[in-house]
C-alpha cells in the first residue's frame, strides 16, 4: 500500500480586516492546491476578534504558498504533516 502525505497549514492572521486582500489574492493564487481551507475568528454580542486563523489541508506547493503567506505582515504560517 503506498504512503500518502497529509498537509495542514496553520495561518494566524493579526488585522485580518487589514490584510484580507492580500491573503485573499494568495489563497485564490494557489486554489488548485488547496483541498480544504477552514476560517476561523472570534466573534460574538457586539465583539470580533482583529485576529484570524486559518486552516489549509494543501495537496502539492505547500512550501511556495506557506512562503507567500509569511511575506505578509502580521501573518504567520505553522505546519503539520502526517503519513499513513
Known sequence: MKKTKKTILGVHVAQRT???AKVQKILSDYGCSIR???GLHDAG???CSP???ILLEVV???AALAAALAKIPGVQVKK???ED
Open 51 to 53: 485576529n484570524g486563523l
Open 80 to 82: 503539520m504533516t502526517f
Open 60 to 62: 502539492d506547493q505547500d
Open 18 to 20: 487589514k490584510y484580507t
Open 36 to 38: 480544504t481551507r477552514l
Open 45 to 47: 454580542d457586539g465583539f
